[in-house]
């Protein structure tokens, strides 16, 4: 088999059955890296999700500081008064397997600085220019409890006034002249309570399929090699005339002899 192994050939399908089995591993570690973010998602939204709201200031203690990666989805507590002149639609949010938009209103706090409160999801209107009936935020002061979310990116688009392409807080803060902290309140309640857009989900914390798919790139990284292998030992023999191994008679048995 060794003398069919050194053939220019058989080093090039070596070769190649290699380079399966690396990609193959590249490919099982990709899927793996997908399968420990989606982990430390999870446990991170289990821990914070549910647990009991702290003031505001406690995670952001002024406009300037940024979410720590921790606290993403910390649960909180604000009290202020909705500035509902500064109203953004948020467009092309999913919701249900439907498309429609999110409802952000600043919040002003005691101290004049303003936290965006997605309020929820409500659907498109007839036409994109068409305005959707949006439930208007209550008056006067109130306490709202939610979710902290980082700031999304600036998609770059060009939209009318009142709307925007990402929860983007630096142009919300642009449109608004406001002074916002540096992440945005998922609303889970209001006190006093009052009519609102349509609840968002609850964060997805499935882990997916892709610890199996690692499982399975890495099974497949020796197959090629051992396929080479297999067919360099057959072609080794057909060239020898090493005859095929003899499988073994079948036994007669007495009852088979009766049958006949």
Do not use: C
């Amino acid at each position: 088999m060794l003398r069919v192994l050194r053939r220019p050939r058989w080093i090039a399908y070596l070769l190649l059955a290699v380079l399966f089995g690396v990609l193959a591993s590249g490919l099982g570690l990709w899927q793996w890296g997908r399968y420990e973010d989606k982990a430390d998602r999870r446990d991170l939204v289990e821990a914070n999700y549910g647990a009991p709201p702290v003031a505001l200031e406690e995670v952001l203690p002024g406009p300037g500081s940024d979410l720590p990666p921790g606290d993403e989805w910390r649960r909180v507590r604000a009290t202020g008064t909705y500035d509902a002149d500064a109203e953004h639609l948020v467009r092309n949010r999913p919701q249900q397997g439907v498309f429609g938009y999110e409802v952000l209103v600043p919040l002003v706090l005691a101290d004049g600085t303003a936290v965006a409160v997605d309020r929820g999801w409500v659907r498109s209107g007839q036409t994109a220019a068409t305005r959707p009936e949006v439930p208007p935020p209550p008056a006067g002061e109130v306490t709202v409890t939610g979710w902290l979310r980082p700031s999304e990116p600036d998609l770059g688009r060009d939209l009318p006034a009142g709307q925007l392409a990402s929860i983007d807080l630096s142009g919300l803060e642009e449109a608004t002249g406001l002074d916002l902290v540096q992440a945005y309140l998922i609303l889970e309640s209001e006190d006093p309570p009052a009519e609102r857009p349509a609840a968002l989900a609850a964060p997805d914390t499935r882990l997916g399929s892709h610890f199996a798919y690692a499982l399975q790139w890495w099974i497949t990284v020796p197959v090629g090699v051992v396929l080479v292998l297999v067919m360099a030992r057959q072609q080794a023999r057909d060239e020898t005339g090493e005859p095929a191994r003899q499988t073994r008679p079948r036994k007669v048995r007495i009852w088979d002899e009766e049958d006949v």
